[in-house]
């Protein structure tokens, strides 16, 4: 379960705990996200700030991007056993 956490209010809710209320026309994807367990790779809402504007997007929650690398302990000693060989 590493890596997981919870988002299951509404985009609306978050908007209302979040944003006055001049900033409640904050541009977000309409496709509803709620969950309570957000494991890795799935999408989720990401508040940010872009142009000094507030901004809900969604994005794919993960450790790395495509392509990266496992670097845990046992796969960085396996790159290098291999790679000496």
């Avoid at 997981?4 to 985009?11: A, G, N």
């Avoid at 994807?29 to 809402?45: H, S």
Wanted: net charge negative; proline share 7%; with cysteine.
């Amino acid at each position: 379960m590493c890596g997981r956490f919870s988002q299951s209010m509404t985009r609306e809710d978050y908007l209302a705990l979040l944003a006055d209320e001049v900033e409640q026309d904050i541009p977000y994807d309409p496709e509803p996200i709620g969950r309570f367990n957000v494991a890795p790779g799935t999408k989720v809402l990401l508040l940010s700030e872009r142009d000094e504007k507030l901004h809900l997007d969604p994005v794919f929650w993960g450790y790395a991007p495509d392509g990266g690398i496992n670097l845990d302990f046992y796969t960085y000693q396996r790159q290098i056993r291999y790679s000496t060989n």
